[in-house]
């Protein structure tokens, strides 16, 4: 029944129409087919009937002689002229003491034998000598029987059926060939519509619906004209919108990012300075110089590190989207950061059951994404542990999910974490997961954080499908 119901939904319109014309159709002609035939059936049946009771009294007429006379061969020579006539298979007459006195028979098989009778009357007339009018009486002197069936009725009937079935066959198609005709008229504008709706849809704003013959549909082409103009104004006037909101936005970024890079970067100053002042100094101990070289050396490359990450973050490139499988993207990312953490005791395992999950991607910005993603959960993840990613079909999307075994993020801290320059990590810039955000939202997919039960921290990215 569920299937059915799929089915009837994804009738267009005129199929509908046209299946709702041809059912009506179907059950008018039926009916006035089966009715039409039992009324020529009855008609003619009537008018056979009668028929054949004008020959019962017609052989009454002629046997009243035979009857008085006892004249058995006559009798029987009109029994059998009567059963020459087509459909009468038995002729019998008889006196008024129900004595047989003709019988013939038509030796051809028969069901359904109707019956019908005639009196053979002997009439008399007298004299009335005192009014001198004549008075007529009538005598029954036997009767007369004929058996008959309804052959010719039903071949006759037969015909008309086939014939009228085959007329109906033939309004019925001719309706439904004129009915596709007058509809094509009907639904051309629709599909028009229907096509230019679907081309606006796609982003294309210069499309125009022609006008058709119709006062409606000049009237829905033009309102749809007009609102295709409409939202090309309004296109325009929120890209202006939007291009101003980034300057604005851009400017305000580089100031708050401005302000934090000369925050951070004043701490490794502070330290290199304090470390050369150390080494200024006469006669330190050899292991401390060491020592101060090596902050040197690390809060160097912490500033590299903080330089680098902030010119990607600010400056990304461009991105080239390409069709994409998901999941063996995935199993291959997963494949090559197990060489590096397997041995640092951290297992990454991939599980899906999505066997081709297609999107549109930059596999390079891709793979830079996630890998700082899983990177992040294997460095939350104690030894001995692992770390899971995996991929899911939710309908209209895709959604990976990344799970460690760490011990979770604070709730005041969740909202902050992909902020820029905020770290949980001694030696992180805070960009990372920053960036990864941006990269996500690049790829029209959307990034948060959710608890693990009973311990660790869940990502969950969602990937829109491919259209087509």
Known sequence: ??????????????????????????VTTLTLGIAGNELAKNFLLIRFDDRMDFLAKYLAANSELGILL??????????????????????????????????????????????????????????????GQGEKKNKIIGKVEISYVTTSIDELTSRLRTRYLLL??????????????FTRSLMAPLANLVEAAQKVA?????????????PETRKLATSFNTMTQALKESRRNLEETYQKLIQEQALAEVGHFAVTVAHEVKNPLGIIKGALDILRKEGIDEQVKVTMISYVEDEIRRLDMLIRDFLDFSRPRSLSFKKTNLTSFLRNLVER????????????????????????????????AMVNIIKNACEASPEGSGVTVGLFDEGSFFKVVVSDLGDGIPDEKKGKIFEPFFTGKSKGTGLGLTLTKKLIEAHMG???????????????????????
């Open 202 to 214: 796609e982003g294309n704003l210069e499309v125009k619906l022609e006008k058709g013959s119709l």
């Open 1 to 26: 029944m569920n299937k059915t119901r799929v089915s009837f939904n994804n009738l267009t319109f005129q199929q509908r129409l046209i299946l709702g014309i041809a059912l009506l159709m179907a």
């Open 168 to 181: 109906t066959l033939l309004i019925f198609f001719a309706g439904i060939l004129f009915f596709l005709l």
């Open 337 to 368: 950061m197990n060489l590096e953490w397997e041995p640092k005791r951290v297992v990454i395992d991939f599980k899906t059951s999505v066997q081709e999950a297609t999107i549109q991607a930059d596999k390079d910005a891709l793979s830079r």
């Open 446 to 468: 959307q990034i948060e954080v959710k608890d693990n039960e009973p311990t660790g921290t869940g990502i969950e990215i969602i990937f829109w499908k491919m259209n087509g």
């Open 70 to 131: 006892g004249d058995r061969p006559m009798l029987k020579r009109l029994a059998s002229n009567l059963l020459a006539e087509k459909d009468v298979v038995e002729v019998r007459i008889s006196d008024d003491k129900g004595n047989e006195l003709a019988k013939v028979r038509d030796n051809a098989n028969a069901s359904s034998i109707r019956k019908t009778s005639a009196p053979v009357v002997l009439t008399t007339a007298s004299e009335n000598l005192v009014f």
